[in-house]
Nanobody, 119 residues
Framework: QVQLVESGGGLVQAGGSLRLSCAASGNTFGINTMGWYRQAPGKQRELVAF???????NYADSVQGRFTISRDNAKNTVYLQMNRLKPDDTAVYYC?????????????WGQGTLVTVSP
């Protein structure tokens, strides 16, 4: 099993920055790709970014150029650096580990951390 603990959410003004962290524990050897999702009130859940164990990254068009996903494999931690934040970025952000062979094709989610961007 894998446990994901998120931190770093809070209230920030538009144009500001925030860094989210997600620390993994348990069967961390089974983790390859990690990612971040978000869900705003009344909106669809969307994939924000993901990163492979080798460091390849992908971003949603809405955050491209503003957000950066990274990881520290020694600490089993993934980060989401969010810059030039907009009110539309307000959402609950969830850390995510997709199904894989080593994890028995189970998926794992963090508890969520709220990011609020004021205009």
């Amino acid at each position: 099993q894998v446990q994901l603990v998120e931190s770093g959410g809070g209230l920030v003004q538009a144009g500001g920055s925030l860094r989210l962290s997600c620390a993994a524990s348990g069967n961390t050897f089974g983790i390859n790709t990690m990612g971040w999702y978000r869900q705003a009130p009344g909106k669809q859940r969307e994939l924000v970014a993901f990163i492979t164990n080798g460091g390849s990254t992908n971003y949603a068009d809405s955050v491209q150029g503003r957000f950066t996903i990274s990881r520290d494999n020694a600490k089993n931690t993934v980060y989401l650096q969010m810059n030039r934040l907009k009110p539309d970025d307000t959402a609950v952000y969830y850390c995510y580990v997709p199904p894989s062979l080593l994890l028995g094709y189970l998926e794992f989610w963090g508890q969520g951390t709220l990011v609020t961007v004021s205009p």
